[in-house]
């Protein structure tokens, strides 16, 4: 019984630390599914769809483009973890070659339909009834882990526009030191 204690105990610090990993992993491919769904959905009903991101919150989810639906009875919302936190990149004034330009998560919101600046704190992926990304939507969402110490940035995964700019993918982001 000692020795199950004693293995237990040094073991659990790891542990911990393992799971508190995989939230991160298992959101970033939640919200990745959710941006297919949302394309699918597009097309397969034929309205616009708008994944939303709600950065004070920590909200997420996907629901029919106002005005297109009287009542969207599929919408769905996802709260994250608290440990995760969103960024979001603005879209891209101008494309350019060869660049990503997802690398400033505090890049102006220009871009937005109503005209708002980025003090807004609820960012839209907008897909439209073709099931291809809005031209105005985000380039990046990043989900960032707090670090263990909460004084030094963890681990973080961005899901960003393909090169094709037809779909999302994860990527990972080199932390910065």
Known sequence: MALITIV?????PSLKGFFKGRDLDSEARRFLSLTHYASSRAVAEGVPMELFV????????????AGFLESDSRA?????????????????????????NFDDPEA????DDDGSTGTRPIKILRFTSDGFIGDKSPTAVILRQRAADDLTEGPALAIAQ????????????QQQR
């Open 8 to 12: 237990v105990s040094v073991s659990l």
């Open 54 to 65: 709600d950065t004070q919150q920590k909200l997420y989810g996907l629901r029919a483009q």
């Open 76 to 100: 769905v919302q996802y709260k994250l973890p608290e440990e995760l936190s969103f960024e979001v990149t603005a879209a891209p004034a101008k494309k350019i070659s060869g660049q990503d």
């Open 108 to 111: 102006e919101f220009a871009n």
């Open 162 to 173: 393909s090169a094709t700019r037809l779909n999302y993918e994860i990527r990972t982001l």
